[in-house]
DNA sequence: CTTACTGCAAATATTTTGCATTTGG
DNA sequence: CCAAATGCAAAATATTTGCAGTAAG
């Protein structure tokens, strides 16, 4: 295993692109938090070092992403969340109910996946799908 | 088959609320645009009469959706677009490489629904789903 | 040194809200 | 008439951008 950072430094250097310490934070902080919105990485950089400006957070997660470090999902209304690309690929399950965020393996999607190519010639992406509707406990709340 | 304008006329007036030019106007136009941003309803009533607030246009639209008329599906980045409640129900599938958005049936999802169910306790809102990912076109472009 | 990067403030875009006026029933 | 609905303008949010100063390499 590289240390922490390594890969950050690598992707950075090949584009000629430079490692600051904003960069690093933000990085570290998506790890920490799992998902989070761009406010919420923000508030969390902040929490350690003295400031980042918003800005920057919007700009440092898009370069990340182009780079391949983290990826983005729509989950309801909200803001994007960013999460890192190196955890594993998952589904996201909104609950419109409560709010909860909860994660499924992506191999339930196997079927849709199949039927949606052979049907549709569609090539779902399938890190990126949120579903919305309503958890266990919503679920029987409502009935 | 009743007249058309009949349903929003009986829904509204089970509950003391109003029937209204404005109303009348964007029901139409959702059923002429099938699928559209809240700004793209505005733009096409305005086509058709002088002019209907966009205020209205929330607020009409938020409106509808309570009274099951219209529902409304998050697709990717940009603003949610509404569609007629009347018409089938359907998957959105948005296409990352040019925007375009298809329809699926929802019967593709029906083991994916199962899985959920069963393994999360988790109702999905089939509808609401949005799935992203390349059309047929841009995945042969891209390869 | 060179130029990529950041912070800041202002510009955009989107959706919501308060309130005076209009209007459907 | 009277409560509901609309228009308008301002507020709240979310995201982007121009630019001058800062700092990585």
Do not use: W
Request: with cysteine; charged share 20%; aromatic share 2%.
């Amino acid at each position: 295993m590289s240390p922490p950072g390594t890969d950050l430094r690598e992707r950075l250097h090949q584009r000629g692109l430079r490692v600051t310490p904003q960069r690093q934070l933000v990085l570290e902080a998506i790890d920490r938090l799992g998902h989070a919105t761009p406010d919420a990485v923000c508030a969390e950089v902040q929490s350690v070092a003295s400031g980042v400006n918003l800005s920057t957070i919007y700009r440092t997660l898009e370069l990340f992403e182009k780079l391949g470090l983290v990826r983005h999902a729509h989950l309801g209304s909200g803001s994007a969340t960013y999460h890192s690309a190196a955890s594993a690929a998952h589904l996201h399950l909104v609950c419109d109910g409560c709010g909860a965020v909860d994660e499924a393996d992506i191999a339930v999607a196997q079927d849709l996946v199949g039927r949606l190519r052979s049907a549709h010639g569609f090539t779902p992406d399938v890190e990126h799908m949120a579903i919305s509707g309503l958890c266990a406990a919503c679920s029987k709340s409502v009935s």
